[in-house]
């Protein structure tokens, strides 16, 4: 549907590509992790269907169609908005494998692979058209809070790895699904990187409540959806 309409407004999604602040700037910054122009193209899909599509009634009519370009007034606040929270999110995320490049010590290898997996699956190949608005607004609280992570390592170590144990239980429940029930398990994923900013920097604040029984009782119901 996000297609269609675009295609319905070819001027909006041109005036996107051409005049929204950043988004050349964001291609160049992300580079280095992979197809840039991809991500380009995958952010104007986005901010279409951030816009006109998610959590909104199913289009069925002709009339219904007409009244969701009616929305359109709102593709480039929206673009902004998103343009701006990945460019700091990206920020965020060089820095921090900087500081990872600089971990060397055994006590601590746990805490890199650990951020180094979240930052790959926070980032993997075409992540703008799997995630929902919400969740990707978040992405810069996301790296902020492995950023708080890091700056309290020093002296914190035993806090850490009780941590880590934590997560490691959940993820570890996660990494034995299918990749079909992966696909099934988004919002579990979502509330997991909750958990993490929860644990390791409560500071940071979560988007939503969460703790570990919040956590195993979301686990038990996608496991009943699953059967």
């Known amino acids: 549907m996000a297609r269609l309409l675009a ?4 001027d909006q999604r041109r005036y996107l590509q051409k005049q929204l602040p950043g988004l050349k700037a964001l291609g160049l910054q992300y580079a280095a992790r992979g197809d840039a ?5 995958d952010l104007i899909d986005a901010i279409f269907r951030h816009t006109l599509v998610d959590d909104q009634p ?10 969701r370009l009616e929305g359109r007034g709102q593709l480039f ?3 902004q908005r998103l343009v701006a ?4 999110a990206l920020k965020t995320a060089t820095r921090i494998e900087i500081l990872l490049a600089k971990l060397v010590s055994p006590p601590v290898q746990a805490t890199r692979m650990d951020i180094d997996a979240q930052l790959q699956w926070l980032f993997r190949a075409r992540f703008v058209t799997q995630i929902e608005a919400p969740w990707l607004m978040s992405y810069a609280r996301y790296l902020k809070a492995i950023d708080y992570r890091l700056d309290k390592l020093p002296g914190n170590l035993a806090r850490e790895n009780e941590n880590l144990a934590k997560v ?6 996660l990494t034995g699904l299918s990749v079909e029930q992966r696909r099934l398990a988004g919002e579990f994923e979502w509330l997991l990187q909750e958990y993490r900013v929860s644990l390791f920097a409560q500071p940071v ?9 919040r956590l195993e009782k979301a686990w038990t119901e996608l496991e009943s959806a699953l059967r």
């Open 85 to 88: 929270a990945l460019t700091e």
């Open 77 to 79: 606040e929206r673009g």
């Open 168 to 173: 490691a239980r959940f993820q570890t429940r």
């Open 58 to 67: 199913i289009v069925r009519t002709a009339t219904l169609f007409q009244e």
């Open 205 to 213: 604040g979560t988007r939503v409540p969460i703790s570990e029984k």
């Open 37 to 41: 122009p991809r991500l380009q193209a």
């Open 7 to 10: 295609l319905s407004l070819p």
